[in-house]
């Protein structure tokens, strides 16, 4: 860290020193909700301005920054941000995997599954892609729970109001 603070002193970071200075901020919170992600997206607002086609230059600053709006703005605004990078990263199995994680911020498991598997089928790495597949998998188990535990409540509440029994 005082490496990278007096690097950052010196005048106008560069790439390495950004991406540094956001690895340290994922390394100091102990959890993604403790993630300082206000300092992370400036962070990667000037890690994306340091080129003149960031979306084609450097994909994975476009797509760490719209995991970063995510979080500060919502999933849905960075769900936006992956929009408006469809036409030029939708074929890349990253683009994908990022839309799955926020579809997941979102609450929308089933949406966060298929992104996850879609970025499973693109993925060209076996490490990547049995990673994805377990995102999809976690997905996909996340939802059945959340369909079983409603479903439980809903038979114990039409127990609780007498309507239970009603099936031959």
């Known amino acids: 860290m005082r490496v990278l603070q007096s690097a950052l002193a010196v005048g106008r970071p560069g790439r390495y020193q950004i991406e540094a200075a956001i690895a340290a ?3 100091d919170a102990a959890s993604a909700e403790d993630t300082d992600w206000p ?3 400036a962070w990667y607002d000037d890690l994306v301005a340091l080129t003149d086609d960031p979306v084609r230059q450097d994909p994975a600053a476009v797509l760490g920054r719209a995991v970063a709006v995510g979080h500060v703005l919502g999933a849905a605004a960075g769900l936006r941000e992956t929009d408006r990078l469809r036409k030029v990263l939708g074929e ?36 990547e892609r049995d990673h994805l597949v ?5 997905a996909r188990a996340a939802e059945l729970d959340d369909w079983s535990t ?12 007498g309507q239970e029994g009603l099936r031959p």
């Open 134 to 138: 377990r995102q999809a998998a976690r």
């Open 150 to 161: 409603a479903h439980r409540a809903s038979k114990l509440s039409a127990a609780d109001s």
């Open 25 to 27: 901020l994922h390394d």
């Open 39 to 41: 300092q992370i997206l």
């Open 92 to 127: 890349r199995h990253r683009w994908h995997a990022v839309r799955g994680y926020l579809h997941e911020l979102s609450g929308d498991l089933p949406a966060a599954a298929a992104a996850y598997a879609d970025a499973a089928r693109r993925a060209t790495d076996i490490a």
